[in-house]
């Protein structure tokens, strides 16, 4: 992943305002001044962050939460630091905005590594793709069988990984809502993510 990936997408995560080459994240964050009462030791907020590559609106996030009145500093500068936040609600819409290049699925998988997912989007015979790798039951059995315990070993080598696809039929999608289709006891490999209507 490449420094400006990295930054941008750490930046888009914590609400931070960033500008840099081709990538912009905006991210203002806006307490909920009014509710607030002398004494309170938390304010709610709202935020929305969003992350444009080459002016083009990649990713939107939409956060709801509670932060510590003690941070003094945002008040001032309108930058309040993560660590006096508690996240209660997330919402997060991911777009390729037709731009299906290297550049634009490497920021999406910063933002994808930044949020915790553990799936990222490729390309495949010329179609977009979100691949999820899952260590297959042979590696488990294979470290048990030595009493080894699988979590103990690190990376296991390729041969025991499957990879799992869901296709892409729109540029845009939920990373919650793909997360729990790979998840899904009722996941089928090649299923396209946007295809799905109820679930």
Known sequence: MRKITKE??????NLEYFKKSNSEISAPITPNWDDWKEGDEFVDYDAVS??????????????????SNKDRHGRKSG???????TIESRKVKIDLCGWHTPTTRERINGIL??????????????EQVLIRKEITKSFIVHNLAKDIDPKSVGEPPK??????????SDDSFDPEFAKRVFESRCF????DLNAITDF
């Open 79 to 85: 930058s309040y630091r993560k660590e006096s936040r």
């Open 113 to 126: 590594d930044a949020l915790h997912y553990d799936f990222k989007i490729a390309q495949r015979n010329h």
């Open 8 to 13: 941008s997408s750490e930046a888009f995560v």
């Open 188 to 191: 089928r490999n090649g299923t």
């Open 50 to 67: 969003a992350f444009y590559l080459h002016g083009n609106l990649i990713a939107f996030m939409d956060e709801t939460g509670r932060m």
């Open 159 to 168: 041969k025991f990984f499957d990879e799992q696809t869901l296709k892409l």
